[in-house]
């Protein structure tokens, strides 16, 4: 079954030293010798890379070949570096400055590491399952004929063992069970510690059976060769070690070969008199330590034998802090060396003092030509990957025909219509959806393209002749993906899907909707999908309280300032059909832009009269965050400004209260996060000496300082009431600010106030005199 060991196991222990001396060197520099301006500590884990350098070691330097993807445990960060350094691909300036600006990242990131980073990580679990979606985005582009099959890669993830606490983990393996997902290997770096203690046993024996009924291969590499031999002649011995606890285990790990030899005799009695009396304190010591994720011959055999595609999770068994003075202690997740303990670990490896840098320190005259050559024939990529932008035309999109529209409606007909019209957009654009697929309105683009599935899935309800609105057949020329009712895998696959250009070289659009409130849900994969620059469209809806008789555990409130503090996501609210066909032809652009990001399209179930337009110059403001629906007088006293499907409200009241208040402008805001960036970015630019106006700062001087504004919006008032603050006009703040209820429109916008009546005595206390 298993192939022979093909690779120089020799060299491979050498270059795992030297990862671990890189590693803890790097730390230790930039912890004790590097100079510390602000007296806080720098940080690192030495003890989690130390668990990991041989299992990295066989990777890069054995198993991994040219097309593998990896997302390697986040405080493995700094092996990953000492890999770029021995291959030649990282500097020694970048190690230097580790965890400073401009250095190597604590954790390995995509967009600020000058090394190729596949998948950033940091918040656990996330970097683990995002490598099972781009695993099914490998499989989409094959499947559409964008990439050879020739040209497939492994997807590796690293992973922390109490990382897979995380749920999310979960979320992915039964959604990849779905879509049959392979070319996955996950390798658990089993030290059983997390970073408060050792882990739980409860959980022990569970990990395995819940990897296998999902469909996964799991390979246990418990013991190293020379401990699997001893044990396997001397089964009191295996009983008894197979019998301690994770704490026990590293606690003997921690206190060494005296403590091995009592606590044996103790236990084992007579037994064990003839082994002890063949170990030394020191042999007993390392021999208990030969645990599978730190032999080689071991990790070799076992990367080798997985040479199909089933996915497959490796428990590799490791001692946290192997090779260090705290190797298992409980306490050594964020602990350091001390010079004195670092000055003892560089003469036990034979680095010189001076010397520490040097790639290959301490590799004697014989076994250099060896590891050098083992470094050469590395598969891994050196460079970072081009991104692939600008592959693309983006047609110009027309807004839907219609008088009363709702934004979700429009959604759906501006996608039919781009899949009706057929292109090269069309034809990359992917959407997914957890489970909301109807009824966020994809349906209509799901009929035309179909549902993606490696395999063919009939429509069986069409076969049976049954009458229905939705096609739900799947083949692997489908261009939705169809998820599980779990928002993260929403955002991971978007993060995935968003990264195909850079991952694959080709360029998908994925489009990725939601209910509103549910973007919470899945806050975190955003985040990790936006700090990684992975773009996408996310259509939300439907959203606030406009959604009426849904109620209230389906009304959202915050998302509007939950966009407004995330970076790489632009948030566009329309209230009318024909401004978010501009933001979507825009949104589309960005995607495929080196200096794009990805947008948030906030939608609405609410059907409203469209405004008639005298010309195309509102849509240059509306891109930019608002314009002026009504223009104000340079006079005026007072201007509503009003966002989304509220604009009907707005209107009307404008229409009303212009009678007495002669210059009253109504303000469209459809993005308080591009005003808010534009108003900081125009000010970081004034200290920089340039002059040039934002563009809120542009529509709101329209009015005179002494102007007040009333500000509404489906949302937390807070999204639009900071407004006050760029010129200093009065702020009379509507909108949501406790949980919705069921209700029609009228009765809740009353009870939320949120109507005409609102905004009257919202604009008279303005400009009345308290
Ligand atoms: C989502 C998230 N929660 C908490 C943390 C803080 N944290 C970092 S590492 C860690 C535990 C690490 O244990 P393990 O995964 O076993 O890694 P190792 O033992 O190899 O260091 C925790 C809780 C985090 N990085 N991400
Ligand atoms: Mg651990």
Redesign the pocket.
């Known amino acids: 079954m298993l192939k022979p060991v093909t690779t120089d196991i020799e060299a491979l222990k050498i270059l795992d030293e030297r990862l671990r001396w890189l590693s803890a060197w790097t730390i230790h520099h930039a912890n004790h010798i590097r100079e510390n301006r602000d007296g806080l500590k720098v940080g690192g884990?030495q003890?989690?890379c130390a668990?990991?350098t041989a299992i990295m070691a066989t990777l890069y330097f054995h198993a991994l070949g040219p097309n593998d993807r990896v997302a390697v445990?986040?405080?493995?960060g700094p092996v990953l570096h000492a890999i770029h350094y021995l291959l030649g691909s990282q500097s020694r300036e970048a190690l230097e400055n580790f965890r400073g600006l401009g250095g190597a990242q604590s954790y390995p990131s995509r967009t600020k590491d000058r090394i190729p980073v596949d998948f950033s990580t940091?918040?656990?679990?996330?970097g683990v399952a995002v490598t099972l979606f781009a695993s099914l985005v490998q499989d989409y582009l094959t499947a559409h004929g964008w990439m050879d099959d020739s040209d497939r890669g492994r997807f590796v993830a690293l992973?922390?063992?109490?990382?897979?606490d995380?749920g999310n983990i979960y979320e992915a393996i039964i959604e990849g069970v779905k879509h049959d997902v392979k070319n996955l290997w996950w390798i658990v770096?089993y030290?059983r510690?997390?970073?408060?203690a050792t882990?739980a046993d409860r959980m022990f024996e569970r990990f395995d059976e819940i990897f296998r009924s999902c469909g996964w291969r799991v390979v246990e590499l418990r013991y190293g060769k020379k401990l699997s031999r001893t044990l396997d002649g001397n089964k009191a011995l295996k009983d008894w070690f197979e019998r301690l606890s994770n704490a026990e285990l590293s606690a003997l790990h921690y206190q060494g070969g005296a403590a091995w030899r009592s606590r044996i005799e103790a236990e084992l009695g007579n037994a064990a008199a003839t082994f002890l009396k063949s170990y030394n304190d020191d042999a007993l010591a390392s021999l208990f330590t030969d645990l599978g994720g730190h032999c080689m011959e071991t990790l070799v055999e076992a990367f080798d034998a997985a040479d199909d595609d089933v996915p497959t999770l490796f428990i590799a068994w490791t001692i946290?802090g192997f090779g260090l003075p705290f190797a298992g202690h409980k306490d050594n997740?964020a602990g350091l060396m001390n010079p004195t303990q670092m000055a003892a670990l560089r003469e036990s490896m034979d680095v010189r003092e001076g010397r520490e840098w040097e790639s290959l320190e301490s590799v004697g005259e014989n076994a250099r030509p060896g590891v050098e050559a083992l470094i050469e024939r590395s598969r891994v990529a050196r460079e970072k990957r081009s991104r692939a932008f600008g592959q693309v035309a983006v047609p110009a999109i027309p807004a839907p025909s219609g008088d009363e529209q709702s934004t979700q409606a429009a959604f759906g007909r501006i996608l039919l219509d781009l899949s009706k019209a057929g292109g090269d957009l069309a034809d990359r654009i992917v959407t997914t959806s957890p489970d909301v697929t109807v009824s966020t309105n994809l349906g209509a683009w799901v009929n035309q393209r179909g549902l993606f599935r490696r395999s063919e899935m009939p429509d069986i309800f069409a076969q049976a002749k049954i009458a229905s609105a939705q096609k739900w057949a799947a083949s692997n020329e489908g261009q939705h993906i169809e998820l599980g009712i779990a928002e993260s895998n929403l955002f991971l696959m978007l993060a995935a899907a968003g990264l195909s250009g850079d991952l694959f070289g080709e360029r998908l659009f994925p489009i990725g909707t939601l209910y509103d409130p549910f973007i919470a849900r899945g806050l975190?994969a955003l985040n990790y999908a936006c700090y990684q620059d992975a773009r996408f469209l996310l259509v939300a809806t439907p959203s606030g309280i406009t959604l009426g008789p849904e109620g209230g555990a389906h009304q959202s409130i915050n998302p509007p300032l939950i966009a407004l503090g995330q970076p790489g996501l632009r948030h566009y609210e329309p209230a009318y059909a024909d401004e978010l066909a501009a933001m979507m032809e825009e949104g589309f652009r960005l995607i495929d832009d080196p200096a794009g990001e990805s947008t948030y399209l906030r939608l609405s179930t609410r059907s409203i009269r469209q405004v008639e337009r005298a010309d195309d110059g509102w849509r240059e403001g509306a891109l930019s965050g608002g314009y002026w629906l009504r223009e104000p007088a340079p006079n005026a006293e007072a201007a509503i400004v009003a966002m989304g499907a509220v604009m009907p409200e707005a209107l009307a009241a404008w229409d009303e209260l212009s009678e007495d208040i002669p210059g009253l402008g109504l303000l469209a805001v459809t993005s308080p996060d591009l005003l808010h960036r534009g108003w900081t970015v125009a000010q970081a630019a004034r200290w920089g000496g340039q002059r040039k106006p934002s563009h809120v700062e542009q529509l709101l001087s329209r009015l005179p300082p002494s102007a007040g504004l009333v500000t509404i919006a489906d949302a937390a008032p807070a999204s639009l009431s900071w407004l006050g603050g760029v010129l200093g006009q009065r702020v009379a703040p509507l909108g949501v600010e406790k949980f919705g209820q069921t209700g029609s429109l009228a009765d809740l916008y009353a009870t939320y106030r949120l109507d005409g009546d609102a905004i009257t005595k919202a604009v008279a206390e303005l400009l009345l005199p308290a």
């Not at 510690?193 to 408060?196: A, C, G, K, N, R």
Request: net charge negative.
């Open positions: 884990h003890a989690s668990s990991m445990k986040p405080h493995a940091g918040s656990v679990g996330l992973i922390g063992d109490a990382e897979l995380e770096d030290n510690q997390s970073l408060d882990s946290k997740h975190d």
